[in-house]
């Protein structure tokens, strides 16, 4: 019996690393697919456990702007000896808006911490979420790149407010970021880019803060958590290429011809 539970737990975090591999990239709301994954296998979950999956999808992202990563360190390095690169390098000022988008996120990420499991678990209010989502995607549409865009700390600042609020269950993290850097003149390529640099410390200050006691791993699943996060990170990596191309063919608004319909479904399940 022992063995068999224990099957059944890896196969149930598999599955939910899958969902948080394709979900955590494509805009259609990793948190809010993991909350109704969870509620059909009834596993419960938990907001550590969502983390961990969290921390697969966080490492395909570093692997793929790795150079970038890499890049932003080097300029802000060396706008410590040149501070004009701040208002003229554009790859300085990206790394500034990084900087600038994460406080707005970390505010409100901390503010809502506390609600945010338990309203995992109110189908409606993921539902709500859901149509929130296929919102955004829609009028991502009505966005209009504008002529040497640069990012500035107000334009990021925006940017990590959308961040922010896609702390809620069922509102994607990358359809609110893409679509309003696209909405504030960026062009595909850099609002994709921008997308998943700012996510980058929010999903890890994240991880650091909820993993940060020894019992925490324990909550997360134990060994089927990290299953899950290795699942994730592989189907992550495929998605975020995917993803990739359809922003830049500005395709991101189909996605809603799916969530929409998602939408309604979870509020009739729920």
Excluded at 175 to 184: P, Q, S, V
Aim: glycine share 12%; hydrophobic share 55%.
């Amino acid at each position: 019996m022992t063995e068999l539970a224990l099957t059944a737990g890896v196969v149930e975090t598999a599955i939910l690393g899958v969902v948080q591999g394709l979900t955590e990239f494509l805009p259609i709301s990793s948190d809010g697919h993991l909350a109704l994954g969870q509620k059909l296998l009834r596993t419960g979950g938990n907001l550590e456990m969502t983390v961990l999956l969290h921390a697969g999808t966080l490492l395909a992202t570093l692997l793929v702007f790795r150079k970038e990563v890499l890049g932003l360190f080097k300029e802000l390095a060396a706008v410590l000896k040149d501070r004009g690169r701040l208002t003229t390098d554009p790859v300085a000022m990206e790394g500034v808006g990084v900087i600038v988008a994460s406080v707005p996120t970390a505010i409100i990420g901390l503010l809502l911490k506390k609600r945010i499991e338990a309203w995992s678990h109110v189908s409606w209010i993921v539902a709500v979420c859901f149509m929130g989502t296929a919102l955004v995607l829609l009028v991502s549409r009505l966005g209009k790149e504008r002529e040497g865009f640069r990012w500035t700390p107000k334009l990021a600042f925006i940017v990590g407010l959308a961040q922010g609020a896609a702390v809620l269950p069922g509102l994607s993290r990358s359809a609110c970021t893409i679509a309003t850097a696209l909405l504030l003149g960026a062009p595909p390529k850099d609002a994709f880019r921008f997308s998943f640099l700012i996510s980058l410390p929010a999903v890890g200050g994240a991880l650091l803060l909820e993993l940060k006691d020894p019992g925490a791993l324990a909550r997360a699943g134990g060994t089927d958590g990290i299953i899950g996060a290795i699942v994730a990170f592989f189907v992550g990596l495929g998605a975020l290429y995917a993803l990739r191309g359809v922003v830049s063919r500005g395709k991101l608004w189909a996605f809603a011809l799916y969530v929409i319909p998602l939408a309604i479904l979870t509020f009739v399940l729920g």
